[in-house]
């Protein structure tokens, strides 16, 4: 939402600090301030200039010769080809030697022999509209010199809101100005325009079915349509608007079109309500009806697109067809132009998800159907009608015709909610009166009322559709009453009963071993093109990601990727996110997953010499810790079938398996041609798995020892088909409940190895609690574990 300061300032006077503090505050009391523009950025030097006189140039007959006046000596000269320079027309002005916003530099020329001391400019050159073909004329009066910032409204800053959905009555200027007014509702004002014409409005409201001024207005579809509003006005003259019309739509970043046409678009944005104008001798009937479009019927819309209309659709069309899109766009047919002599005005209040469904259909998004989703004022129908009313009186003339029809067929209710100033008190952690209560709501349209007992009643206004609850009357409590305001020094509580999610407590600490291997959490897009997952989506925000993601290990690739290609050859990231299936029915199956992405050097670039990159043992390692926490009795388990290897896509695949679940994840080298990677790239090595749902097992004391504990080595023969896991659980199996440790320190194969074995040095480590064991007790035990190896795993002691 773009907004004006000034516009902001004229509707608010008592609003006295500057863009940039008042940009700070809306961010900290409603929604974020994404940036704050200075509109005259770069148009210090230009000026008005007026035309004193055209004459054609004696060389060429696409030029003409233009003595121009800009408030200092004598008139200049300009040659130029713009086409539809007058006499007596103000124009912007840059003289030879100044610059252009773009940081052209205007230079003295000679075009065909005659001096141009200067350029009249267009709006394209400004860097105020789109218009390049022509020079863009100043429409009312002004004085020759005066600084073209000035005459077109850029002395003012433009204030780049960020609005949530929950907020659409800051899509307004109104709105915007009652949240920063110091005394909010009642600081503001509607100003008048330059010579302002006032009409006198009577309003017939009828259930169904009523007239203005011999057009019939009839509302078919009472739920896609609750409240239609209609008015004529006749003799109108369309044109070029004023100048501060004009100005002020560009401002909020509009493109001026016509008089009739920027009157609405003005009070759209003065007030948040959509309009749209007809040219009466187009609508057949005439009569407006506010009806589901029909099997086949189709409309050729204002950006010249045919466009194929769907029964959901909600249409306003008259005695025969179509004439716009309801909350949508108009019609081409019934389009305001320079020949329209009478107009009727539309103000109306659409249902959000039937102008939510239509723009998805259509694939269509518009100023006023950004509005109409998000739900608009309907109280607030009359003020604005009667606004845009006076404004094309004031700035196109013409007369209202008869009264204004006001179809409404069931009245919306005020909703009333009740708020407990001791329940805002026991939420927000400080003590607020019923005062203080009032004057945080009061001031920004809340009615407060006594109720029952300790209770406030509140009528909430009409333009706060996401107030429904007494804790949302306290979250505007707390926003009105300053979050910077709430000490930020720990108050006393109670511990909450509720426990803590399984998932959030595994996944807080499988982000703590990730951080703790020195890798950086990253969040990729859960979304991803067709061929990256299996869930499509009914309302995409792009073709390109169009489905949901089945796996969180391609989008960290991607961002390796983007490093690789700004020379980083070093990466560690990991996420911890959602994963997509789909499961048949409506809803896709979702798990949390840990994906984790890694290349380049094991430890940073040191003197002493360069460290080894990443190997297999790493990703072993790296994996076995992750699996541990993410995945509680889960095993790792090497892949050696080529076929699942290929399958997986992966080079030295290894798998993470659970006894009741089966395959929980995988991990491996990605194969070098499935990536972009520069030829100085080392390996990249990548796992993900999922998250299973249990709670950490409290961590239990133990006592430091205090007796000795006693290291015996082993060093064993292995047939190379063995794993060590297998033999170290044989070991676990037969040894004394004294044995605390069990580590491999060395592998040999070699000479002195018999073919096909090798060896595997263990440690082994043994202490009892309360006494000090014997060498006879350790020497039965490492009998014992050697006669089990010999018998179970055909594994014998190295030199026996």
């Known amino acids: 939402m773009d907004v004006s300061y000034r516009w902001l300032k004229e509707l608010a006077p008592t609003i006295a600090e500057p863009a940039a503090a008042l940009a700070e505050r809306i961010t900290y009391t409603a929604v974020p301030v994404d940036e704050v523009i200075w509109l005259g950025e770069g148009l210090k030097e230009l000026v008005v200039g007026r035309v004193e006189s055209i004459a054609k140039h004696p060389q060429a007959d696409r030029l003409v010769i233009c003595q121009v006046h800009i408030g200092r000596g004598e008139p200049v000269q300009v040659v130029t080809g713009a086409p539809l320079v007058v006499e007596g027309g103000y124009y912007p002005f840059v003289g030879a030697g100044q610059a252009l916003p773009d940081g052209q530099v205007i230079k003295r020329v000679k075009l065909r022999g005659e001096q141009s001391e200067g350029m009249l400019c267009s709006e394209r050159e400004l860097g105020v509209g789109r218009d390049a073909a022509g020079i863009m004329q100043l429409m009312g009066e002004f004085t020759p010199g005066q600084p073209v910032i000035e005459a077109i409204g850029f002395d003012d800053y433009r204030l780049v809101l960020d609005v949530t959905a929950n907020r659409p009555d800051l899509l307004g200027h109104w709105g915007i100005a009652r949240e920063v007014a110091p005394g909010g509702e009642t600081d503001l004002q509607l100003p ?25 207005v009839r509302i078919e579809d009472p739920e896609g349509c609750p409240r239609y509003m209609g008015a004529v006005i006749r003799g109108v003259t369309v044109g070029p608007s004023p100048e501060w019309l004009a100005s002020r739509l560009r401002a909020v970043g509009l493109q001026p079109i016509n008089n009739v046409v920027d009157a609405t678009n003005y009070v759209l944005y003065e007030l948040n309500q959509p309009l749209h104008a007809f040219d009466l001798a187009k609508l057949g009937g005439p009569a407006v009806v506010i009806r589901r479009a029909k099997v086949g019927e189709w409309l050729r819309t204002l950006d010249g697109k045919d466009r194929d209309l769907d029964p959901e659709m909600l249409v306003i069309a008259d005695a025969e067809v179509p004439s716009a899109m309801a909350g949508l766009m108009g019609g081409e047919a019934s389009e305001v132009t320079e020949d329209t002599r009478d107009v009727f005005l539309e103000c109306a209040y659409f249902d959000p998800k039937r102008i939510r469904r239509g723009a998805q259909l259509l694939g269509l998004d518009t100023d006023a159907s950004y509005r109409f989703q998000r739900g608009i004022d309907q109280a607030g129908l009359p003020r604005a009608l009667q606004r845009v009313i006076e404004l094309i009186l004031t700035v196109a003339g013409g007369e209202l015709d008869g009264k204004v029809v006001d179809v409404y067929p069931r009245p919306a209710q005020t909703r009333t909610v009740a708020v407990r100033p001791s329940r805002v008190s026991h939420l927000l952690g400080v003590q607020l009166n019923e005062e203080t209560i009032r004057g945080c709501l009061e001031p920004i349209g809340f009615e407060l009322s006594e109720g029952e007992g300790e209770r406030l009643s509140v009528e909430v206004p009409t333009w706060r559709p996401d107030v429904e609850r007494e804790v949302d009357l306290i979250e505007e409590v707390a926003r009105r009453h300053g979050y910077g305001r709430f000490p930020d020094q720990m108050r006393t509580f109670r511990p909450t009963t509720v426990p803590e999610d399984e998932y959030v407590a595994i996944a807080e600490r499988v982000r703590d071993v990730m951080v703790s291997l020195g890798f950086l959490e990253a969040k990729t897009s859960p979304f991803a093109p067709g061929g990256e997952g299996e869930v499509s989506l009914l309302n995409p925000l792009s073709e390109r990601e169009d489905h949901l993601r089945s796996d969180l290990l391609t989008g960290l690739v991607h961002r390796v990727e983007h490093n690789f290609a700004r020379g980083q050859r070093d990466v560690r990231l990991f996420e911890i996110g959602t994963a997509f299936r789909s499961a048949g029915g409506p809803a896709p199956e979702e798990h949390i997953r840990v994906a ?38 889960s095993e790792v388990q090497s892949l050696d079938p080529v076929e699942e290897a290929a399958r997986l896509n992966f080079e030295e695949p290894l798998l993470v398996l659970s006894p009741d679940r089966g395959r929980l994840g995988w991990a491996g080298r990605l194969p070098a041609g499935g990536l972009e990677a520069p030829r100085w790239a080392g390996p990249v090595w990548g796992l993900e798995l999922e998250i299973l749902p249990a709670r950490p097992q409290p961590l239990a004391y133990q006592p430091l020892p205090v007796y000795p504990g006693v290291e015996r080595d082993l060093a064993l023969v292995v047939p190379k088909g063995t794993a060590a896991a297998e033999v170290g659980a044989v070991i676990r199996e037969v040894s004394p409940e004294h044995l605390e440790s069990l580590s491999v320190f060395d592998v040999y194969e070699g000479e002195k190895i018999p073919e096909g074995t090798r060896s595997i040095a263990w440690r082994l480590r043994f202490r009892s609690p309360d006494r000090t064991l014997t060498d006879e007790e350790i020497d039965v035990a490492m009998s014992r574990i050697v006669s089990a190896l010999e018998e179970r795993l055909n594994v014998g002691l190295r030199g026996a």
């Open 192 to 216: 008048e325009f330059p010579g302002h014409r006032r009409a006198e409005c009577t309003i017939e409201t009828v259930p169904e079915e009523g007239g203005a001024a011999g057009v019939r």
């Open 596 to 633: 984790a992405v890694w290349t380049g050097r094991r430890a940073p670039l040191h003197w002493s010499g360069q460290d080894a990159d990443w190997d297999f043992w790493d990703l072993k390692w790296i994996l076995a810790s992750v699996a541990n926490v993410a995945a509680l009795g």
